[in-house]
C-alpha cells in the first residue's frame, strides 16, 4: 500500500485530497499536516513513500521546505500541488528535485497518475511542461532574466505581476513589507528594470503569470 502524506494549509483541501487517495485501492489513508514544521516531524517520525506538498506554505516557502526535504531523505519523492499555472513553478520545482508538479485544477486521476509514477521512481510531466522541459534544457531559461532569480524573488515577481501590492504579498508569503519591499529591489535591479509595470509586461509577456 502506498502511504502518502499531505502537506497543505488549507483543512478542506486536505481532506479532499485525502478522500480521492483512500478510494484507491492500493493506496492507503493518507497522512495530513498543516505546516513546515509538522510535516518534518512526521518524515522524520515515520515512514512515507511520497509527500504531496503545496508550494504556498505559511512561514517557510514550498521551495524551502522542498529543499529541506530532499537534504533530509534524498530518496523521498516529493509533488508540488499549487494554484499556480506550470508555467510560473513547475520547472524550478522539477530543478529543486521534486517528481512533479500538479495543478490543483488538475483532474484526481492525475494526481493518481503522478503519485504511482514517483513512488515506482520516475519523474510526472504533463505534455505541455514536457515541451517547457525541452526548452529549458537549451539554456534559454538560465539566461532569461528571471532565470537568474533566486525561488523567493521569482515568487515575489509573480505576485508583483499578478497585481499585489506589497502588504498583501507579504501577508501571502508571511513576511515583513520591508522584506518584501528589499526583493523588489532586487529583482528590479537583476532585471534591469526599474518599475513595476515593467515587471508585469515582461512577465505577461513571458506567460509567467495569466
Not at 130 to 159: N, T
Request: hydrophobic share 40%; aromatic share 6%.
Amino acid at each position: 500500500m502506498i502511504k502518502a502524506i499531505i502537506a497543505d494549509d488549507h483543512a478542506i483541501v486536505r481532506r479532499g485530497l485525502s478522500q480521492i487517495l483512500a478510494d484507491e485501492p492500493d493506496m492507503a489513508a493518507p497522512g495530513e499536516v498543516r505546516d513546515a514544521q509538522e510535516l518534518m516531524d512526521s518524515v522524520l517520525e515515520q515512514d512515507w513513500d511520497v509527500v504531496i506538498l503545496d508550494i504556498a506554505m505559511p512561514g517557510k516557502s514550498g521551495f524551502d521546505i522542498l529543499k529541506d526535504l530532499k537534504s533530509m531523505k534524498p530518496d523521498l519523492p516529493v509533488l508540488i500541488l499549487s494554484i499556480h499555472p506550470e508555467e510560473q513553478y513547475a520547472i524550478r520545482t522539477l530543478k529543486a528535485g521534486a517528481a512533479g508538479y500538479i495543478n490543483k485544477e488538475s483532474a484526481p486521476t492525475e494526481l493518481v497518475k503522478a503519485i504511482r509514477k514517483a513512488v515506482a521512481g520516475g519523474k510526472y510531466v504533463s505534455p505541455a511542461l514536457a515541451e517547457k522541459l525541452a526548452f529549458e534544457l537549451d539554456g534559454d531559461f538560465v539566461r532569461s532574466p528571471h532565470g537568474r532569480l533566486s525561488d523567493r524573488e521569482y515568487q515575489v515577481l509573480c505576485l508583483i505581476a499578478s497585481g499585489k501590492r506589497v502588504k498583501e504579498i507579504a501577508e501571502e508569503l508571511s513576511l515583513s513589507d520591508k522584506t518584501v519591499s528589499t526583493y523588489r529591489s532586487r529583482i528590479l535591479e537583476k532585471m534591469k528594470m526599474e518599475t513595476n509595470a515593467e515587471l508585469t509586461y515582461y512577465a505577461i509577456k513571458n506567460r509567467l503569470v495569466e
